[in-house]
């Protein structure tokens, strides 16, 4: 177990990430997270980073495969919360999070999820307005 | 150059990656860094500082609040003793990399800076040298 707790709502599980991250808690959650969606049957993931100063290629990496595993497992992640000077230097340093998809806050990233577990097809846009 | 208020850290595991980000951020704050120019150093040096531990065995970083003119900034040096890169300038390709992961840590370390230079040989060890100014 990882020291980031994964709270249940419904049928989505939300994670909040409160801690800097450091590389072998990045794993951990990782792990952690794939194993409750089967556990949990959930549809959804949200992943709240809005307390990350940073986010490296190594959480990116995280975000990417958390998103692509939950995709495999039938539920849909999203990122939520990033705050504008980690965007700008994701985008600087290379990182576009193809496969992730993003929404502005935790409200807006729950109806991204309700859209996209209802209707698949009118959720393919990567960004809830 | 006139170099104000260096310090040295010891940078062997993941943790020490983190106190690495605490410290650079720390640093820049004092040079009077805005918050975008923070993420940005603060991030090439949590990439290299992983390098330093994974590729290098472990280093040392030296942080430097570095004077010119009127211009401040930071300077950080990271250095190793590990094996060293054969080709550093395969080693800079984005997406290329030996480890496993995305292949953007020194590619993207060097766009996130405004100065960046890799001293490297096999079997000497690598010392990588990354400055960003207050603009």
Not at chain 1, 101 to 111: H, P
Request: a neutral charge.
């Amino acid at each position: 177990m990882s020291e980031i707790p994964i709270l249940k709502i419904g049928d989505c599980l939300l994670v909040s990430i409160q801690v800097d991250m450091h590389d072998r808690l990045a794993m951990e959650l990782q792990d952690d997270l794939t194993s409750r969606i089967v556990s949990e049957r959930a549809r959804g993931v949200m992943i709240d980073i809005s307390a990350l100063e940073i986010v490296d290629s190594f959480i990116g990496r995280m975000l990417n495969n958390i998103a692509a595993m939950s995709r495999v497992l039938d539920a849909v992640t999203v990122v939520v919360g990033m705050r504008p000077a980690v965007a700008i230097t994701l985008v600087e340093l290379g990182l576009s999070l193809t496969g992730v998809r993003t929404a502005l806050n935790v409200d807006k990233g729950l109806a991204l999820i309700r859209r996209a577990i209802d209707d698949p097809r009118s959720a393919l846009g990567r960004r809830e307005r | 150059m006139v170099v104000e208020n260096d310090k040295t850290m010891a940078i062997r595991t993941s943790d020490d990656v983190v106190r690495v980000r605490q410290a650079v951020r720390a640093r820049a704050v004092e040079a009077g860094f805005g918050i975008v120019d923070q993420t940005k150093l603060v991030t090439a040096a949590s990439e290299i500082a992983r390098n330093t531990v994974d590729y290098g065995g472990g280093g040392t970083l030296r942080l430097e609040i570095v004077r010119e003119g009127s211009r401040r900034g930071v300077q950080l040096t990271f250095c190793d003793n590990g094996p060293g890169i054969a080709d550093i300038q395969t080693a800079m390709t984005d997406g290329y990399t030996t480890g496993g992961g995305l292949g953007l840590g020194l590619s993207g370390a060097k766009r996130l800076s405004n100065e960046f230079s890799i001293e490297s040989a096999p079997g000497e060890g690598t010392t990588v040298t990354l400055a960003r100014w207050k603009l």
